[in-house]
């Protein structure tokens, strides 16, 4: 089943003779429980169509839906209702609020909800254990590590139980070993949970992780790859030999 669908989107800054057209048409489609990567070349539109699909910003033309939803059907209130309850976001700067600990991070996008308190405990408690932050839940961001952060971003993405998760470069501020330890956790989630991720990245380590890439050039899909029964070591080789052939040293954020 089809989570998110894309049809003829365009995206076009600017007007007439300073008109620059950065997403031509891209039609997708992301199904319930995928781990879809999304690679390019600097300037390819990876980041506009992460942004497009998500309503941070929204198409010039063509359709996007989340969940049988129009996002550009939707008025301002609705729209941002349906963010909080549907869509969750991973962003590479973490974006934690420094006087909250990790556990009120994690619990604020329930704040306004009307979850009972055990049910939000229960969230927390088996999130925490999945990525390996159970022991931090007190301190607060200045305490804590940058891939812990991230896993706290990841857990605070994840409390609502949405329908899908946007990840913009979410290892681009760690190291190897910590960005792996995110990967690992998010790719398990993917599996035991069945949670739709949608994932930005320039790293091929990075999209080695997911269930299929897509690979974007000049403002279109230029090819896609599924993982299957390859092993990750497997795809990442795939991975690295389309980038090749993309101009792979134009990847970067």
């Known amino acids: 089943m089809a989570v ?7 995206k076009i800054y600017g007007k007439k003779s300073n008109a620059h057209e950065v997403l031509k048409g891209i039609d997708l489609e992301v199904n319930e429980g995928e781990f879809v990567g999304i690679m390019g070349p600097s300037g390819s539109g990876k980041t506009t169509l992460l942004n497009v699909l998500c309503s941070i910003d929204f198409a010039t033309e063509g359709i996007v839906e989340i969940d049988g939803k129009n996002l550009r059907s939707m008025k301002e209130k609705e729209l941002a209702n349906f963010r909080r309850e549907k869509l969750g976001f991973i962003f590479q700067d973490y974006n934690l609020l420094d006087t909250l600990t990790v556990k009120e991070n994690i619990l604020l996008p329930l704040s306004i909800s009307k979850l009972p308190k055990v049910v939000a405990e229960n969230r927390l408690k088996e999130l925490v254990g999945l990525l390996g932050i159970a022991d931090i839940l007190h301190k607060y961001p200045n305490e804590i590590s940058g891939g812990q952060k991230q896993r706290t971003s990841a857990a605070r993405a994840l409390i609502a139980n949405p329908t899908l998760v946007f990840a913009d470069e979410p290892t681009g501020a760690l190291d190897s070993k910590s960005a792996t330890a ?3 956790n998010l790719e398990n989630i993917n599996q035991q949970k069945s949670v739709t991720i949608m994932m ?9 992780f997911c269930s299929r890439v897509l690979f974007l050039k000049d403002g279109q899909i230029y090819t896609e790859l599924y993982r299957g029964d390859k092993t990750r070591n497997q795809f990442f080789q795939q991975i690295l030999n389309t980038q090749s052939v993309l101009g792979g040293d134009g990847y970067d954020s």
Not at 4 to 10: F, H, N, Q
Not at 200 to 208: E, I, R
């Open 4 to 10: 998110l669908i894309g049809r003829k989107v365009r």
């Open 182 to 184: 995110l990967l690992t």
């Open 200 to 208: 930005v990245t320039h790293d091929s380590v990075a999209a080695s």
